[in-house]
Nanobody
Framework: QVQLVESGGGLVQAGGSLLLSCAAS????????MGWYRQAPGEQRELVAG???????NYADSVKGRFTISRDYAKNTMYLQMDRLKPEDTAVYFC????????????WGQGTQVTVSS
């Protein structure tokens, strides 16, 4: 079994910062791509940021310059540093990983709530 566990969500005022973490555990042979997604009430889940095994990153236009995605390969952990948060960043944030346990599988975390007050 493979598990992704997010942490670091919470309530913050507009302009503030949060650091999200996503730790992968279980029978992992290797982790390929990882990413952060978010889903606001009544909205579809959307990609926020992604990072490949080689460290190439991509961001949604709405978060470019404010959010930074990174990975600690030794710890099988991914991070999302969120700065200059806006009320429209309020959502449940999910981490996602495409990894190899034997076969390649795509796994999701349970989500962590981020609420930005104005």
């Amino acid at each position: 079994q493979v598990q992704l566990v997010e942490s670091g969500g919470g309530l913050v005022q507009a302009g503030g910062s949060l650091l999200l973490s996503c730790a992968a555990s279980g029978r992992i042979v290797s982790i390929n791509d990882m990413g952060w997604y978010r889903q606001a009430p009544g909205e579809q889940r959307e990609l926020v940021a992604g990072i490949t095994n080689g460290g190439i990153t991509n961001y949604a236009d709405s978060v470019k310059g404010r959010f930074t995605i990174s990975r600690d390969y030794a710890k099988n952990t991914m991070y999302l540093q969120m700065d200059r948060l806006k009320p429209e960043d309020t959502a449940v944030y999910f981490c996602n990983a495409r990894l190899r346990t034997g076969p390649v599988v795509v796994t999701w975390g349970q989500g962590t709530q981020v609420t930005v007050s104005s």
